[in-house]
C-alpha cells in the first residue's frame, strides 16, 4: 500500500502523480472541471462591428488582384478580434464578404456546410442550386443548403456583393466537412427556367405530394427583402413591439415549419422610432446587418452605432439592447437551429 503523503508534501506528490499521468494519455478531471462545465456560458468571442461602406473597397480592390476562378471564392472573412486567425464571428459560425465582378462565374461546388447570403450590394446576379436559379436583388436572403451543388454568377455590368454566413466552425468542431468540386471548373447546367427558384413553395404553400426528402433541406431557396420587409410593416401595424424583441420574424422552412436550415436560424427585426428593447441574453451568438435606420446596440455595456450596412456581432450570452432613432430594420442569423435539436437553446429576459 502506498503510504499517504504528508500535508507538508502533499502539493509535490500530485505534481508527481500528474507527471506520471501525461504519458499515458490521462488527466485529472477535478484539475479542470470548473473550466469546462461552467455554470453559464463561457466564450472567446467578443462583441465587434464592421461597416460594409469600409469593407467594400478592399473588397473590390481584391477583385483587381485575384480571378474568382483563381479564388474559387473571392471573399474577405469577417474575423471575430478574439479569433484571429480562426476564420469565425462566433465560435460556431462564419462570416464573410463576398465579390463576383460582372462576367464572372464562381465555379460549381458542393460541401456539407449549410450557407445563407444576406445580398449587401448590386442587383440581378445569380445564384444556382443544382442548376436551378435564383436572382438576387438587395437584402434579399438566398440559401445554399448543405451537400447541393451551387454556383454563382453575375451577367449584369455591375459588382455584386453579399454576406455569407456559414456553420463551418460548427462542421470542423465536428470532423464532418465533405467538398467536391464540379471537373469542368464551371457551372451547373440549368434545370430550371431563370427565375423559378423560391416561387415554387413561396406564400405558405407546398405540394401535396412531393419528391423532397430531409437530406435535400430548404426547398425554398430565395426570401425576397420586398416580401420580407413588407411582412414586418404588417406586423408593426397589427402589433405592440415585445418588449425585447421588438417586431421579430423569424424565417422558415415552408416543408416543415423549422428554421431555414438545419444548423442556423435567420431573423427579420423592426424597431420602431424611439423604442427601446429591454436588455436580454441567449445562448446563440448572434450576427446583425442594418438594413435600415440609425440607433445604437448595447452589447455586455459596449455601445455600437448602427446605420445602414453595419454588421455586428453579439456573443452567447452576452447582455444586448436596441435603439431605435428612427424605425430600425435588421437581419440576423445563429446557431440557434442546432442548439435546439441538441435541446440547448436558453434565453434570459431581463
Known amino acids: 500500500m502506498v503510504q499517504a503523503p504528508t500535508l507538508s508534501n502533499l502539493t ?21 472541471l470548473s473550466d469546462i462545465v461552467t455554470p453559464t456560458p463561457r466564450t472567446e468571442a467578443v462583441p465587434a462591428a464592421w461597416s460594409f461602406s469600409a469593407v467594400r473597397p478592399l473588397l473590390l480592390e481584391a477583385g483587381d488582384l485575384i480571378t474568382a476562378a483563381e479564388a474559387e471564392r473571392r471573399v474577405l472573412i469577417l474575423e471575430n478580434p478574439a479569433l484571429a486567425g480562426q476564420a469565425r464571428i462566433t465560435q ?22 449549410n450557407a445563407l447570403r444576406l445580398i449587401m450590394d448590386g442587383d440581378s446576379a445569380f445564384t444556382a442550386v443544382h442548376g436551378e436559379r435564383a436572382y438576387m436583388h438587395k437584402h434579399d436572403l438566398i440559401l445554399t443548403p448543405s451537400w447541393l451543388w451551387h454556383d454563382h454568377g453575375n451577367e449584369t455590368e455591375e459588382p455584386i456583393i453579399w454576406l455569407d ?35 415554387r413553395w413561396g406564400k405558405n404553400l407546398r405540394p401535396a405530394r412531393t419528391t423532397q426528402t430531409q437530406a435535400e433541406g430548404n426547398p425554398l431557396l430565395i426570401y425576397p427583402f420586398e416580401e420580407w420587409r413588407e411582412t414586418l410593416d ?78 455586428l456581432v453579439s456573443p452567447s450570452w ?26 440547448l437553446w436558453r434565453e434570459a429576459l431581463l
Request: hydrophobic share 40%.
Open 12 to 32: 509535490a506528490a500530485r505534481d508527481a502523480y500528474y507527471e506520471r499521468l501525461r504519458p499515458r494519455s490521462l488527466a485529472p478531471l477535478w484539475e479542470v
Open 165 to 199: 454566413g456559414l456553420d463551418i466552425p460548427l462542421v470542423q468542431m465536428l470532423d464532418a466537412s465533405f467538398a467536391e468540386h464540379r471537373a469542368d471548373r464551371g457551372a451547373w447546367p440549368p434545370t430550371r427556367p431563370a427565375g423559378d427558384a423560391g416561387h
Open 234 to 311: 404588417v406586423l408593426s401595424r397589427a402589433d405592440d413591439p415585445h418588449p425585447h424583441d421588438a417586431h421579430l420574424l423569424e424565417f422558415t422552412n415552408p416543408a416543415d415549419g423549422g428554421a431555414v436550415m438545419s444548423t442556423m436560424s435567420a431573423f427579420a427585426r423592426l424597431v420602431p422610432a424611439g423604442f427601446i428593447t429591454a436588455p436580454m441574453r441567449s445562448t446563440d451568438g448572434m450576427i446583425h446587418v442594418v438594413i435600415e435606420g440609425r440607433g445604437e446596440l448595447t452589447v455586455d455595456g459596449q455601445a455600437f452605432a448602427l446605420s445602414p450596412g453595419e454588421i
Open 92 to 113: 460556431s459560425l462564419y462570416a464573410g464578404l463576398q465579390l463576383v465582378l460582372p462576367g464572372e462565374v464562381a465555379p460549381a461546388h458542393r460541401h456539407t456546410q
Open 318 to 343: 452576452a447582455e444586448r439592447s436596441f435603439r431605435a432613432d428612427s424605425d430600425l430594420v435588421l437581419f440576423s442569423y445563429s446557431d440557434r437551429a442546432a442548439q435546439q435539436k441538441l435541446a
